[in-house]
């Protein structure tokens, strides 16, 4: 049986290895389609002192009773309502892909807020906000959507031979494409106050250098860009490398205040 937690009355955070003596974080925002159980092996193979928590959006696994959301504002809104019972020890937010964007927009509402600051924001396999691609893909028909999901290798199988897989993918690959090609960054918004890394396949034709580097107009901190090779899907080639690089950007152990 699943050994999973839930952390909070909607479900939105779920904990499948807990360890609640663990001393720091990491929280995770799957990509587009992705739900909680894609970084289940993240979890089998961190560090002992690391507890990870992954977001699962609504309408998927845990949730699949939920409706999809579609609107990023809210979807945010949702997942911060009970996010500061997390936030009690050091943590990074990591998001890949559409979750890179969440992530973005969690942690601003994570300084408006006041609750305690991430020990670093890392955002994988997006765009900075002032190059955000406005692209329609989830207005494309089944057949091109599922050829844009080969073009990334987003799911490492061949959809079309598993109809019942297929037809629970194609409204979450929608809803999750229109969530974040109709999403509008707030160019104006206040910067980011603390660190900012941007992690990319070396070979994603998603995502440039130059674009990587555009994240550095939301921070006030030299952003950090760590590249690893491969294409969008990058990550489940490098989960022990990127879990090994993330244990260093934690503090030595002090004391961590959460500020009402």
Not at 61 to 79: F, I, K
Not at 85 to 94: D, G, Q, V
Not at 185 to 200: E, Y
Request: charged share 20%; proline share 7%; net charge negative.
């Amino acid at each position: 049986m699943l050994n999973a937690t839930q952390t909070n009355n909607d479900a939105c955070y779920r904990i499948f290895k807990a360890r609640p003596n663990a001393s720091k974080r990491l929280i995770i925002l799957p990509h587009a389609g992705g739900s909680a159980s894609y970084f289940r092996q993240w979890a089998d193979i961190s560090e002992p002192d690391l507890e990870i928590v992954v977001v699962q959006y609504p309408g998927r696994e845990s949730r699949m009773a939920e409706p999809l959301v579609s609107d990023m504002n809210r979807l945010v809104s949702t997942l911060a309502t009970g996010l500061k019972s997390l936030l009690n020890k050091p943590y990074i937010l990591f998001g890949h892909s559409m979750g890179g964007g969440i992530a973005y927009e969690l942690a601003m509402r994570i300084q408006a807020y006041r609750y305690p600051p991430p020990i670093q924001l890392i955002v994988s396999a997006v765009e900075g906000p002032s190059c955000h691609h406005a692209t329609k893909v989830h207005k494309a028909s089944d057949e091109a959507m599922l050829n844009e999901l080969k073009r990334l290798n987003g799911t490492g199988v061949d959809l079309n031979a598993y109809p019942e897989l297929l037809d629970m993918m194609m409204p979450l690959l929608r809803n999750d494409y229109k969530l974040i090609e109709t999403y509008q960054p707030d160019l104006n918004a206040a910067k980011l106050q603390h660190p900012l890394t941007v992690m990319l396949g070396s070979t994603d034709t998603e995502l440039s250098y130059e674009e990587a580097e555009a994240w550095q107009q939301v921070c006030t901190q030299p952003i950090n860009i760590e590249t690893y090779e491969g294409g969008h899907f990058y990550l489940a080639d490098h989960i022990d490398a990127i879990l090994s690089h993330l244990s260093l950007l934690f503090p030595a152990q002090k004391t961590w205040l959460c500020t009402p």
